[in-house]
């Protein structure tokens, strides 16, 4: 296997092995008489999100660990397959119920191709959350007719594997940009031996940034485009289901049950007909509710009478009625849960919060040449609203500002689909998959204030998706939000000893770690030099007041949410006397 180094200034690059080995073909491998019959079979598969095992749900993790089944004994294949289990690592852990101790989960994705000589896989590996690469790419080639197994060095005898790192280091060189090493990883091949597409690993340094490794693919006609390239018709004819692109053909002419996401009880029977028919019977009702179904690339897209739209597939952004099975060939249950089209909470104290849904699906395509491509990305937002406060014109203003806080999550998304859809015209590429959503939680009362969060989860291209948790604190007995600031007394902000005294807290999480951060962790996090009163983050929760710093602001993507637990107690001394009792037991 050959490494390209570039630096700034000077380019080094590793000539090839001069050993000689057979080539792929006709050359100086003559193929056997009779092909050895193979089969991709998956020796472990484990759907992405909510999977239930034994009773248990494991979540987030996409395993798929594929192996090779000869009609003969053959060596060759049996190599092949230790060198996939050598690949994939220590992918169990993740499949036990609990999980890894350390809150992580992987993807482990495969993609077989089957064809009349070759049998050829290539695989994908990722441990989150991390920062700084898109994982591990590898392909493990079979050729049927001579029993051998086929290496890039065979399969790369014909092209320079020099000359299209240069190429690339050359497109992607820039004055912020420079590619410090670029490793050919794996290749696929055509029936007669020769290779279509070339897989490359490359770590790109950044001006202002840390440094990225990225998988990416020489296309057939010479273009290099960031991870794998295929297209929807390759997704759809491989040879194994895939999580996200499985043939949706192979859920017609079944009734399926249909479970409650949450009680995981069964709640309604599906049945889908090759005609484009379909319908839905609750179980505490009967009555068959008839709809129609449409294909959208690897989703199915449901309309039953009086009832929102539904779709199969990978659909967690989507409200309404969830039928939830990704994908509809690996498992013979649905999800599917409803929620009221205004859901409404009544506190206590008779405060009434109600959500009321922003969703948005773009418009535009994913793909701008593929006619009934599935929405380029959504937008899913509940936006609360309060009735019941004492004073209704401060009411007005707190909900005006929900409102506008949800207005400027929207054109902050629509001003960023803009842009990738500049990228899909002007550059030929085009992203799916984009979303954004945001959900609030009401986490209770008590005495004169109420609490709720807001957390987001969107994915506006790049190598990951971002999480964020923010809060609201209201006094009721005032109608007013309180920032941070609103909690203390106005000699203690003053005179800086309500920040001293928040300081001294930070600290102390410094030197003692937190629940999920440990004191070594936090050597990895900055220091934070001021404290905002009127805009730093925080809740209260058993006893403390947690600031609250987002993915970025004071530390890496992979170490998340970074929060600062500050007992209560140690902070009597600063804090305005109706809130020194605050303690939101959770």
């Not at 994908?124 to 001579?146: C, H, I, K, V």
């Not at 998304?413 to 803009?418: A, F, M, P």
Request: charged content about 25%; some cysteine.
């Amino acid at each position: 296997m050959k490494k390209y180094i570039c630096l700034i200034t000077v380019m080094l690059l590793l000539s090839g092995c001069t050993t000689s080995l057979p080539t792929v073909g006709n050359e100086t491998r003559e193929p056997a008489s009779v092909t050895n019959e193979t089969t991709i079979t998956m020796l472990e598969q484990i759907n992405l999100g909510d999977t239930i095992i034994d009773g248990n749900i494991i979540n987030g993790n996409i395993i798929e660990v594929p192996q090779l089944v000869t009609s003969k004994p053959s060596a060759a294949a049996d190599a092949i397959n230790e060198k996939i289990l050598d690949f994939a690592g220590d992918y169990k852990s993740y499949m036990m119920p609990s999980g890894p101790d350390d809150f992580s989960w992987i993807e482990l994705i495969c993609y077989p191709f089957i064809g009349e000589r070759y049998a050829q896989i290539v695989m994908t590996r990722n441990e989150y959350p991390t920062y700084g690469t898109d994982g591990d790419l590898a392909t493990f080639t079979y050729d049927m007719q001579s029993d051998t197994e086929v290496t890039l060095q065979e399969a790369s005898k014909k092209d320079d594997l020099d000359a299209f790192a240069v190429e690339f280091i050359e497109d992607e060189t820039t004055e912020e940009a420079t590619v410090e090493e670029i490793t050919p990883v794996g290749f696929l091949l055509d029936e007669d031996g020769g290779a279509t597409r070339y897989f490359f690993e490359a770590y790109i340094g950044h001006k202002d940034s840390e440094g990225w490794k990225s998988c990416y693919t020489r296309m057939p006609d010479g273009r290099f485009l960031q991870f794998l390239g295929f297209t929807i018709d390759e997704l759809m004819e491989m040879d194994s289901p895939l999580y996200y692109a499985s043939d949706y053909r192979d859920v017609l002419g079944d009734t399926w049950a249909c479970w409650d996401y949450d009680t995981k009880e069964e709640i309604a029977a599906l049945s889908i007909e090759e005609d484009g028919n379909c319908e839905i019977s609750f179980v505490d009702d009967g009555s068959p509710i008839d709809g129609k179904w449409t294909k959208y690339i690897n989703v199915l897209y449901f309309e039953f009478d009086g009832l929102p739209p539904v779709f199969t597939g990978y659909s967690k952004h989507l409200t309404g009625i969830n039928i939830g099975v990704s994908p509809p060939s690996r498992s013979r249950d649905f999800y599917l849960f409803q929620e009221p089209e205004h859901p409404t909470i009544k506190t206590a104290s008779g405060i009434v919060i109600t959500a009321y849904n922003h969703s948005q699906s773009d418009p535009l395509p994913a793909d701008p040449d593929l006619e009934g491509s599935a929405p380029m990305a959504t937008f899913d937002e509940y936006v609360p609203q309060f009735s019941g406060f004492p004073d209704e014109k401060k009411q007005t203003e707190i909900n005006t500002a929900l409102q506008n806080e949800v207005s400027a999550d929207l054109e902050s998304y629509l001003s960023e689909l803009r842009d990738m859809w500049d990228m899909a015209e002007n550059d030929d590429y085009y992203s799916a998959g984009l979303y954004y959503d945001v959900s609030y939680k009401y986490m209770g009362e008590d005495g004169r204030v109420l609490q709720i969060g807001k957390y987001s989860d969107y994915y506006l291209g790049g190598a990951h998706g971002t999480q964020g948790a923010t809060y609201s604190l209201y006094d009721i007995d005032q109608t007013k939000r309180l920032a941070l600031g609103d909690l203390f007394t106005a000699s203690a902000i003053n005179n800086g000893e309500a920040a001293n005294a928040l300081f001294r807290g930070i600290d102390t999480v410094f030197e003692t770690g937190t629940e999920s951060l440990s004191k070594e962790d936090f050597e990895d996090i900055s220091y934070p030099e001021s404290i905002d009163m009127k805009a730093q983050d925080y809740y209260i929760q058993d006893g403390n007041l947690i600031l609250v710093y987002q993915p970025y602001e004071i530390a890496s993507y992979a170490t998340g949410i970074v929060e600062f637990p500050i007992p209560m107690r140690d902070l009597s001394g600063v804090l305005r006397p109706e809130y020194k009792g605050l303690r939101f037991e959770s």
